[in-house]
């Protein structure tokens, strides 16, 4: 079992910036790839950015060059470091952990980014 607890959302103006953070408990070694999705009112939930456990990363076309995910180096906490936010990144952001085996995803509970312009 692994628990996920986000962390840092906020009001902030259009191109400002936040940083998210995700805590990972329980079975962190069983862990392969970290991301971090959104959801947008009235839109699917979608991948914002992506990272395995080798350290390879990929992101949305949206927030290529504005966002940077990252892990700590104890493995137990994953970042999204949001810079020049627009009104569009508005969004409910979850952290979405995968294990290595049987590809199992567990969720947080989401935290809210609102970005007023």
């Known amino acids: 079992q692994v628990q996920l607890v986000e962390s840092g959302g906020g009001l902030v103006q259009a191109g400002g910036s936040l940083r998210l953070s995700c805590v990972v408990s329980g079975s962190i070694f069983s862990i392969n790839t970290m991301a971090w999705y959104r959801q947008a009112p009235e839109k699917e939930r979608e991948l914002v950015a992506a990272?395995?456990?080798?350290?390879?990363?990929n992101y949305a076309d949206s927030v290529k060059g504005r966002f940077t995910i990252s892990r700590g180096s104890a493995k137990n906490t994953l970042y999204l470091q949001m810079n020049s936010l627009k009104s569009e990144d508005t969004a409910v952001y979850y952290c979405?952990?995968?294990?290595?085996?049987?590809?199992?995803?567990?969720w947080g509970q989401g935290t809210q980014v609102i970005v007023s312009s």
């Open positions: 990272i395995a456990s080798e350290g390879i990363t």
């Open positions: 979405r952990a995968r294990t290595r085996y049987a590809s199992i995803d567990y």
